[in-house]
Structure formats: structure tokens, C-alpha cells
């Protein structure tokens, strides 16, 4: 982590330099338009987790930027559901499918899909977390941040 990062639940999150730049008001939701929602404050830059839970959910990796709970505002939420396994919660849109949200149960902050952002998003992925459980169908990236499990 560089010297503007910090760790939450485990993610590296940018702090102060980098979060003062994304502090703009971010919209996004899922393909049939049953969730959307918007962002309200901060975002961290985006961090790709490799865990089997996140393949299994997205059909790869979870790419995810951290916001706080207090800031994200469902618009639209009629399709919304909640699935809750090991310690987690996965929003997900019950008529599409779309993976949009995780959290811990309790915490003052939600990791958002960061496929699900409307673009331009002016975020950038800065991380790699759980390498040690990718995929055996895919290469990582040559080069970035990387951690075997959470960020340090």
C-alpha cells in the first residue's frame, strides 16, 4: 500500500489524497434497472479480489470500490435482495442477477461492484487481494499491488 492507503475490513483503501478526488457524486445499478443507486461521498479506488467466493458470485473476480454505508442511496430497489453466507451479505438484483454490493453485517461501510458504476467513474484498480486463490484459468496481471490474502 502506498502512502496514501490505509486498511478496512481487511481492503486497502486510498485515504485523503486520492479519496478528496472522488468525492463527486457516483450513479450505477444492475442491467435491468430494478437496482440503482447513487453514491454520495468518498469512494476508495478499486480493489479486484481473486477469493472463491468472488469467482463463484461474479463467474470471475470481484472488482470492488469501498464506500461508506451512510453514502449510498438505493434510487431504485425493488428487485434488491440479500444473500447472506460466512460472515458477508451480496446485494444482488433478483430479476437479472447482477452482483452489486457486499458487506459485513453491522459495518459503516459497503463494497460496491465497480461494474455497476455509471462511467466515467475516475476510479483505477490499485490491488490485487487473495492471489493465492485465483482462478487456474487465468494470469495475474505483471504488475500492481498484489496480496496472497487480504491487504497487509
Not at 45 to 61: E, K, L, P
Not at 72 to 84: F, I, K, N, R
Not at 105 to 130: I, K, M, N, Y
Amino acid at each position: 500500500m502506498g502512502p496514501a492507503a490505509t486498511r478496512t475490513g481487511g481492503w486497502a483503501r486510498i485515504d485523503c489524497a486520492r479519496v478528496a478526488q472522488h468525492h463527486r457524486q457516483r450513479t450505477g445499478g444492475c442491467l435491468c434497472g430494478g437496482v440503482a443507486y447513487a453514491v454520495r461521498g468518498p469512494m476508495s479506488d478499486v480493489v479486484v479480489c481473486h477469493c472463491s467466493r468472488c469467482r463463484r458470485t461474479h463467474g470471475h473476480t470481484g472488482a470492488y470500490a469501498e464506500c461508506a454505508a451512510a453514502d449510498l442511496e438505493l434510487t431504485a430497489s425493488e428487485t434488491l435482495g440479500w444473500y447472506a453466507a460466512d460472515g458477508r451479505e451480496r446485494g444482488f438484483c433478483k430479476r437479472c442477477g447482477a452482483s452489486l454490493f457486499w458487506r459485513m453485517p453491522g459495518a459503516e461501510s459497503v463494497f460496491v461492484t465497480a461494474g455497476t458504476l455509471d462511467q466515467p467513474t475516475g476510479l483505477r484498480t490499485v490491488a490485487h487481494v487473495h492471489c493465492d486463490s485465483r482462478g487456474d484459468y487465468y494470469e495475474l496481471p505483471p504488475d500492481g499491488v498484489r496480496h496472497p490474502g487480504d491487504s497487509p
